[in-house]
């Protein structure tokens, strides 16, 4: 099925460590994004990519860093892991110029660090 | 100051009983309100976007309603499967396609 794919779904981290959460979407979506959601917080943009070969800061870029690979995949990189970005992290993508359809999610990896 | 407030932030209901969600929002130009349900574990799932002033959209029990201010989604004889948190979220004039997001409404449907 057509969508946005994320990899892992879980993952347990020490503080410290690092990582790279996976993105990629089969829609040919110009646009991409990462989410992070917490409790009592909502969806909170961390870093997004307009088009291929660019990228740009959200609302909580600290400590996280992205890679625009190709148009299908959007990377996130937390370089050295807090207990802070314990969160649940969503990517996402948009096609720009067809009206305002919303963006499609994927499923989402649940991030602990301890 | 939060530009995207939803209330209630939890309600249960009876099934059949109908209700509305409310999402008041703060922008200085509006070029898109926009409603998603999430499920437990998954990602957001598009529902509507609205556009201006008086539109309206309906999908099965849910309608979704704007004003210069807020978003209603209205739910009619809601059934269990109606479960779910709804989310609201904008876009905001000068803010390329970058969405800001409400905290949600959950909503818990019962027999």
């Known amino acids: 099925n057509a969508g946005v794919t994320q990899t892992p779904k879980f993952q347990v981290l020490k503080t410290g460590q690092s990582m790279t959460l996976q993105c990629a979407q089969d829609m040919n979506h110009n646009s991409m994004y990462w989410y992070r959601q917490d409790p009592g917080m909502g969806l909170r943009l961390i870093y997004y990519?307009?088009?291929?070969?660019?990228?740009d800061k959200g609302e909580v870029p600290n400590g996280y860093n992205v890679s625009r690979l190709n148009k299908r995949e959007f990377s996130l990189r937390l370089e050295s892991a807090a207990p802070s970005q314990t969160s649940v992290y969503f990517c996402?993508?948009?096609?720009?110029?067809?009206?305002?359809?919303?963006?499609?999610f994927g499923s989402g990896t649940r991030l602990t660090v301890v | 100051e939060d530009q995207v407030t939803q209330s209630p932030e939890a309600l249960r209901l009876q099934e059949g009983e109908s209700s509305s969600l409310n999402c008041s929002y703060t922008?200085?130009?509006?070029?898109?309100l926009f409603w998603y349900r999430q499920d437990p574990g998954k990602g957001p799932e598009f529902l509507f976007t609205?556009?201006?002033a008086g539109e309206e959209k309906e999908k099965e029990r849910l309608k979704a309603t704007l004003t210069k201010k807020e978003s209603f989604l209205h739910i009619t004889a809601p059934k269990p499967e109606d479960s779910a948190t709804y989310l609201c979220a904008v876009r905001e004039a000068g803010g390329g396609n970058k969405l800001t997001f409400g905290t949600g409404t959950q909503l818990k449907v019962e027999l």
């Open positions: 609205l556009y201006s």
């Open positions: 996402a993508s948009s096609e720009e110029g067809k009206g305002l359809l919303g963006y499609t």
């Open positions: 990519s307009a088009s291929e070969g660019t990228t």
């Open positions: 922008v200085s130009g509006l070029r898109g």
